[in-house]
């Protein structure tokens, strides 16, 4: 059906317009209102920013939109796309409108591809149903589309299968397929939240290209304001089913009115570097790693071969008492392997670790358990690293069992509450089981398992890339505390640079499992010499609306290349804007740059000073 | 002080919640109607098993002369009728239902003990201990179990119940084992597991607070699961001859028997075979109904 009425020649244009829209679900615990009262609209060529966190009904409102609601939910008011009631469409048009006007990319793009056909078989599909083209028109379109969306060697990709695409590729063919049809408006649900940081900011700067290229109206959902930051027009942030707030973006993230939107910008905000001493050089080493490596036995292939992949190279690093040291990188660089290998859970290839003086491998095992009291960690998932049959007082008085048998049952108890306290919750919290808590009440628990035992370093995976925006920064401002107050070492693995800013003195920064750059966090923040540093700063969002466009702009394309299978030389060499023969032949000396920098690049010399 | 009255409040509100998912468990299988009818039909088949025989004037092998091949109600105190011997059949399915819930649960007990215990520690140790047990019991499983069958029972005395226990258990733990081998490897990549080790948890340890206890729910199930199997395999061994021999009855001999003599003695097969089903149909909606109830995705 291509009679939809689409008139195209005003070009600001109302596209979808809702009005006194609301979503509500019938579940046997009665009626759940998901969203109501929600005015807005969007208009051709322009993009609108839906803002907000988990739960506060964003994907909600343009899933009762287009029809897409469970069975048990039901859209009410007036959501109109292109002068058309959707609400009162049969389920047939709104198939036939879906697609083809209106495209949709969701935050999974492995979930949305079907996985058993290839990516040209998924795209010509839309073209030939949508557009009624002949299967070579549309192999044509899909190689076309494939292109635009820069994904490259596109004429190959068409007859790969989603899964023999990387994450960031992935993405972009999911792109592709929804803007197959042509739409005029594309609705993106948290289209870069699955992706890291560098490949977020390739995928925003196409949605860009693509909205001007096309005049394309965009509804970009997301919790991420830096995100909206750079492609928005007008934001509405939603919170518990409300529009709080709706302007232009300049106006939302500049000024903005309510006290919600002023925490989820204050919270967003690229937090001001650390404050305190600079790092002693001189001071001695609590945590000394020495070339260390790690590498897996991995199986593939028809022949299911034996490969090794190399996780961690030669890592080197030492890390004085009371600092801390952030581990940063891409997914897939080696930062959790690294933790993990320091910590003795994952066995070393070769190298040492050294702990106030010790090898911990040469401790026997059970000498190795007593030391665990002063080596903590902090997991990434919360819900998962607590055992689910366990209560939280359990789980935090568990390594009271161990450490300190001394205790007795009271005493223990009393260890806990005061641990809880010390994470703020309430001792209530003590009987709950985890699925009873919230994701930052069991990031709490979490931290309190590991601060009973007062240790002295404290690894953090990725402690906050589960929670909520406004939840990060309570536990943010909960892990400053901490390590302020208890003199801990941390080492903290993030990829959220901003907040590796605000939290830690050092940074090493790894890529495929080798040391790229590493220094004193505002040396290397405030001139960063490795051009894998650099790519890494410029990929953050800014959430400010006048600059973040033109950062967008200057992103550059490239993905991390297989570890199975690293590039000879220096192995960022494949995305490096000045790579040169002498990089593909021989590995960078690690070298020091500077009073504060440590690098490996053969050409850092003869680059121009950054302006970060 | 107040930190203790406030400890002595935690742990008493710990002691409320104690089992919060089994708890939950419980309330949603009450709450179905099915569930309960087939709670009640089970019990009263275990009561009926244990005490109906007492009820009855007759011994499973005392034979009513005067009364052979009667149908249900055709004599009064042979509530079922009697068979070819003049057996009451009352009291003979009764029995026959206490041997086939006795065999099978102890078998399903014994099954559960060696295969879990094999099965967590397999999967926890991993490595090569892990492939060396999983191999042996991939070697035991290619042996055709008739096999085995026949030849402990040529090696044991005759109806021996050793022989159905040996037979049947020697058949349960091998899949028991296999299943949990499974789950335990994938619980031990689970980030708690991990932070256990990081909390010095020596591995013994790890394997009884962590492991075992999340393996509860899994077990449950499958046990309910294969009390019915092994109703149904020791059926089928005594119906071949090889499990329960005259004149002790099990549901099996009894419908193997009932089975012979179908056109001319229906109500030989029908008493037995009725409540076989019965038994079979509560015992697998219990099972299903707690595999749902005590999965965390459905609450």
């Known amino acids: 059906m291509r009679s939809t009425p689409v008139s195209t020649e005003a070009a600001n244009e109302v596209l979808l317009e809702l009005r006194g829209f609301g979503v509500e679900f019938i579940t046997s615990a009665g009626l759940i209102c998901a969203a109501r009262d929600i005015d807005l609209t969007v208009r051709r060529g ?28 039901r859209a009410r008011g007036q959501a109109r796309f292109a002068g058309q009631e959707l609400l009162r469409l049969g389920s047939r048009e709104l198939d036939a409108l879906r697609g083809r006007h209106i495209g949709l990319i969701f935050q999974d793009p492995m979930t949305s591809l079907t996985p058993h056909l290839t990516i040209g078989a998924q795209l010509t599909e839309v073209r030939r149903r949508h557009l009624q083209e002949s299967a070579p028109a549309a192999r044509a379109a899909a190689l076309a589309l494939l292109e635009q969306v820069q994904v490259s060697d596109a004429a190959r990709r068409l007859s790969q299968y989603p899964y023999e695409l990387s994450g960031g590729l992935r993405q972009r063919a999911m792109v592709a397929l929804a803007l197959a049809a042509e739409p005029e408006l594309l609705i993106a649900d948290e289209p870069t939240t699955a992706l890291d940081v560098t490949i977020q900011a390739q995928i925003l700067a196409l949605l860009a290209t693509l909205k001007r290229a096309r005049a394309l109206a965009l509804i970009l959902i997301t919790h991420d304001l830096g995100a909206v930051a750079g492609l928005a027009e007008r934001i509405c942030v939603l919170k518990a089913g409300r529009l709080v707030e709706e302007g232009t973006a300049e106006a939302v993230l500049l000024r903005p009115r309510e006290p919600y939107t002023r925490a ?26 020495q070339d260390l490596s790690v590498a897996f036995p991995v199986r593939g292939g028809l022949l299911r071969r034996r490969r090794r992949l190399q996780a961690l190279s030669d890592v080197s690093f030492e890390l004085p008492r009371g600092q801390s040291l952030a581990l940063v990188g891409e997914s897939g660089c080696g930062k959790s392997t690294l933790a993990r290998a320091a910590l003795q859970l994952l066995p070393p290839e070769s190298g040492r670790v050294l702990w106030l003086g010790t090898s911990l491998a040469d401790l026997s095992e059970g000498e190795l358990r007593a030391l665990r009291s002063d080596l903590q960690i902090i997991f990434q998932d919360p819900l998962a690293s607590l055992d689910p049959r366990r209560t939280a007082g359990e789980s935090i008085a568990e390594g009271l069992k161990v450490h300190a048998r001394e205790l007795d049952r009271g005493a223990r108890e009393l260890a806990v509450l005061e641990a809880l306290e010390q994470v703020g919750l309430a001792p209530e919290l003590a009987a709950r089981y985890p699925h009873e808590l919230s994701g930052g ?45 208890d003199h801990l070492t941390l080492l903290f693995i993030s990829h959220n640079l901003g907040l590796v800013r605000r939290l830690c003195q050092n940074v090493l920064v790894l890529y495929l499992g080798r040391m790229m750059e590493a220094g004193a966090a505002e040396a290397l923040f405030a001139a960063p010499r490795h051009p894998y540093t650099r790519e890494l700063l410029a990929a953050i969002p800014s959430t400010d609306p006048r600059l973040q466009p033109g950062r967008l702009l200057g992103v550059r394309a490239g993905e991390p290349a297989s570890a199975l299978d690293p590039p000879s030389g220096c192995v960022y060499r494949t995305r490096c804007p000045h790579a040169i023969a002498l990089c593909a032949a021989q590995r960078p000396p690690w070298e020091p740059a500077g009073q504060a920098q440590e690098l490996a690049c053969h050409r850092w010399r003869e680059l121009p000073p950054s302006a970060p | ?42 019990v009263v088949l275990v009561a009926l098993a244990v005490l109906g025989p007492f009820a009855s004037r007759w011994h499973f092998d005392a034979i009513d002369w005067q009364h052979l091949a009667q149908a249900p109600g055709a004599v009064a105190g042979h509530w079922f009728g009697t068979d070819r011997l003049g057996r009451d059949l009352f009291v003979r399915t009764l029995t026959g239902l206490r041997l086939s819930l006795l065999v099978s649960v102890l078998a399903t007990l014994t099954s559960l003990v060696i295969g879990v215990t094999y099965g967590a520690i397999a ?11 999983m191999r ?24 021996s119940l050793t022989v159905l226990f040996v037979a049947l258990g020697a058949v349960g733990w091998l899949t028991t084992a296999r299943i949990v081998r499974g789950q335990t490897l994938a619980l031990k990549r689970r980030d708690f597991i991990e932070a256990a080790r990081a909390l010095g948890v020596a591995p013994p340890a790890i394997l009884m607070r962590h492991v075992l206890p999340n393996l509860i729910g899994t077990v449950i199930v499958y046990a309910t699961l294969t009390v019915p199997q092994m109703i149904l395999f020791e059926s089928f061994l005594s119906f071949l001859g090889l499990g329960v021999q005259e004149p002790r009855a099990s549901l099996g001999n009894l419908i193997a028997v009932g089975a012979q003599e179908m056109s001319s003695a229906p109500w030989m097969l029908i008493a037995p075979a009725a ?23 459905e609450h």
């Open chain 1, 46 to 73: 322009q993009c609108l920013g839906v803002v907000g966190e988990s739960g506060a009904g964003k994907s909600q409102v343009f899933l009762g939109a287009l029809g897409l609601l469970e069975a048990n939910g």
């Open chain 1, 264 to 289: 989820l910008v204050a919270a967003a905000a690229a937090p001001a570097a650390r404050s305190g001493a600079a790092p002693a050089a001189a001071a001695p080493a609590a945590l000394a790693v």
């Open chain 1, 441 to 485: 009440q069991c990031q709490r628990v979490g931290i309190a398992r590991a601060m009973v035992l007062k240790p002295k370093l404290l690894v953090c995976d990725e402690p906050l890339s589960a929670l909520d925006l406004s939840t990060q920064a309570e536990i943010v401002a909960l892990l400053e505390r901490l390590a302020a107050h």
């Open chain 2, 1 to 42: 002080m107040a930190g203790s009255t406030r400890a002595c409040a935690v742990i008493k509100a710990g002691a409320r919640s104690a089992g919060g998912l089994w708890q939950r468990a419980a309330v949603r299988l009450r709450s179905r109607r099915s569930v309960r009818f087939s709670a009640g039909a089970l």
């Open chain 2, 123 to 133: 999967g926890f140790t991993g490595g090569r201990t892990d492939e060396l047990m």
């Open chain 2, 136 to 159: 042996s019991v991939d070697v035991l499983y290619a042996l055709p179990y008739l096999f085995i069958v026949i030849i402990l029972t040529s090696l044991l005395p005759r109806g």
């Open chain 2, 275 to 297: 409540v076989l089903v019965l038994l079979l149909l509560c015992l697998n909606f219990l099972g299903d109904n707690l595999s749902d109830a005590l999965d965390p995705r």
